[in-house]
């Protein structure tokens, strides 16, 4: 079951600063520090995370979407796939399960665990019971936890940011990311205090502003605090909450 909890203080097991070789928290749990800082718990990709650089989600799984189902009723706990995906264990727990088209559409349910597959069907376990049943006309999306197997933000946006690295985590290793209150951030270009800082579509893990005026679809991340001259690090007011 789904467990709701407050903004109270919370016991952290794990430093902001601190990497580890396996999990302390569960994968975007909300922290807080008392100068108004918020982060979040996050697993590192195939690839070492580097400190003060914008942080994504893992790629997209275009072959993980709009998958046909079976019919499931109401209370069930498990959702099963028509359609044959490639998976391996437990590659999407703590992820989520998108009720996308049709009977059902508009839920999402939080995924506890699957069994590996090889182009075969596949049982989505759930951690809550379904609300509204679900026919064969239903298709689901497999999202992974964005907090899972982060990757430094690249030019071409292949998923959401997910907050900015405080500190170089190993690859696969878990730590905090950062994603409110002033962060220390990679400009591209020269940032302009009190302007928008959005995900740079020419550096890898880097902000920069459209003054340009072209209209570009790029995601933002906060406000330059100060200005910052280009390829140096700056204080930007994260607004990844």
Known sequence: ????????????????????????????????????????????????????????SSAEDTGDSALAIAAAAADAVAIVTTATVTVTANQYADGFVVISDDAGEGYMYSISSHAAATAAVVTINLADPIITALTTSTTVDLIKNPYDAVIVNPTTITSAPAGVAVKAITAAYYGWLQVSGVCSVLGDGALTVGTDVVASDNVAGAVEITADGTPEILSVVGTALTACVDTEYGPVMLKLL
């Not at 407050?6 to 990497?19: C, F, M, N, R, S």
């Open 1 to 56: 079951m789904t467990e709701l909890t407050g903004t109270g203080p919370a016991v952290v097991a794990q430093g902001v600063y601190d990497e580890n070789s396996t999990a302390q928290h569960n994968l975007g749990e909300l922290v807080h520090t008392n100068d108004g800082r918020a982060f979040r718990y996050c697993k590192a990709g195939g690839t070492a995370l580097v400190a003060g650089k914008l942080q994504q």
